[in-house]
């Protein structure tokens, strides 16, 4: 396992658990797929970097930054607004990366961006996460 898939785990399993997404956003609807077009609602959980945090000769702190893609089919970008607003609250607490080999000492939603796609029926916002992990053992 790495901290990227263990953190892609977790967010998954906060999402898939969290009522007020899962209302918005069914759990088949929320993956890692690469997909066009999206399914409609979805969370696409996408991109990511790691970086050694450099604290230590150890070197088992590593800070990973993944994206998540909403898209919504509608003209406006409320739909979006309100799904990426159900994720950072189900975000509010640090993720739990039990069982992985890995802790998370910190986790957060670092920014949302909110775009209208080209094709002028879809929303898309980006949900930019950032956590602090630990590899344990």
């Avoid at 785990?9 to 898939?16: F, K």
């Avoid at 002028?120 to 590899?135: K, P, R």
């Amino acid at each position: 396992m790495t901290p990227e898939i263990a953190l892609q785990t977790a967010l998954r399993t906060r999402l898939v658990s969290t009522a007020a997404v899962a209302s918005l956003v069914p759990a088949a609807a929320i993956l890692d797929r690469n997909e066009q077009p999206a399914p409609d609602p979805s969370i696409i959980i996408g991109e990511g970097q790691s970086v050694d945090e450099g604290n230590a000769i150890a070197r088992d702190l590593v800070r990973v930054y993944m994206d998540m893609h909403v898209w919504k089919r509608e003209p406006s970008t409320a739909g979006a607004k309100a799904i990426a607003g159900a994720i950072r609250t189900a975000l509010k607490l640090r993720l739990d990366l039990t069982g992985t080999g890995f802790h998370c000492s910190d986790s957060r939603v670092r920014s949302i961006r909110f775009l209208r796609d080209p094709d002028g029926e879809t929303s898309h916002a980006v949900v930019a996460v950032e956590a602090l992990v630990e590899e344990i053992g």
